[in-house]
């Protein structure tokens, strides 16, 4: 059995995979601190589920699209129960509120049903940490891996107008996204040394690791010290960006769609 073990897992495989747990995590975290009507109990497991699942179908015999239809599928059961578990109901009760939510969406009703809301982000997480997980253990593709949670997580921290801090979580973020990518330089050199017949040293892994937590932690110091330009320029830019029809039209639609009614 251990041997078995040994020949799906190669090494680090399971401080990758813990680093993208809290990576996936941090995200949704965010969201929470950011005031979104979201249930943790749904999300966070759900979304540690995905990466799970993620590294199991990439070291399978599938094929990236079968991997992907049969991980969706465990992704939508998994959904289900979580949220049926989390709101005291049964899977059927769930349902008829999607139903009854994609009714109001479509006729130009509204619906502000929170259960729904945590659902479709419990179901984004899954296939982000499913995401993360194939396109670091099946394809080396680390910039898959940081750049779609962290689009997310840099929206919410920009545009969040409340008491809450969240400039935390997205230094966080950016430390463990720099470990992956010290975790993914390391894979690739490991790979052209073996294609060209260079044995590396069995300490050099965790030395490469140590190395690259400390230049981590010192990009860090470095950014929050160094004091940032004036972007006047930059921001009207954007902010013209934030006011054209078809944004404003979005913002409406999802305002609409997830906005508490006020009493």
């Known amino acids: 059995m251990f041997k078995g073990l040994r020949q799906f897992f190669y090494p680090g495989d399971f401080l990758t995979l813990i680093l993208l747990i809290v990576l996936m995590c941090i995200t949704p975290v965010s969201l929470k601190a950011g005031e979104w009507p979201l249930s943790m109990a749904v999300v966070l497991p759900v979304t540690a589920l995905g990466v799970t699942f993620g590294l199991i179908f990439a070291r399978s015999q599938f094929g990236e699209f079968i991997a992907l239809i049969i991980s969706s599928t465990y992704g939508v059961c998994l959904v289900l129960i979580f949220t049926s578990l989390d709101t005291s109901s049964g899977i059927n009760d ?6 009854s939510w994609s009714s109001d969406a479509m006729t130009g009703g509204i619906n502000t049903d929170d259960t729904v809301f945590t659902l479709m982000v419990a179901f984004l997480f899954w296939f982000l940490g499913y ?8 394809i080396d593709r680390i910039w898959r891996v940081v750049l779609p949670p962290g689009l997310i ?46 044995r590396m040293p069995h300490k050099l892994r965790r030395q490469f690791l140590y190395v690259g937590t400390f230049l981590a932690v010192l990009t860090l110091l470095a950014g929050w010290v ?19 029809p078809s944004l404003q039209d979005l913002a409406e639609f999802w305002s609409r769609l997830f906005s508490p009614i006020d009493a």
């Open 94 to 99: 769930v349902l008829s509120r999607v139903l």
């Open 131 to 138: 995401n993360a997980a194939w396109h670091s253990y099946r």
């Open 153 to 198: 997580l840099a929206t919410n921290t920009i545009f969040y107008a409340g008491d809450n801090n969240l400039e935390y979580f997205l230094a966080i973020y950016i430390f463990v996204s720099l470990l992956l990518i010290v975790r993914s330089t390391l894979d690739l050199r490991e790979w052209e040394w073996y294609n060209q017949g260079i």
């Open 226 to 244: 160094i004091p940032a330009r004036p972007l006047e320029e930059q921001e009207t830019r954007f902010e013209e960006f934030l006011q054209s």
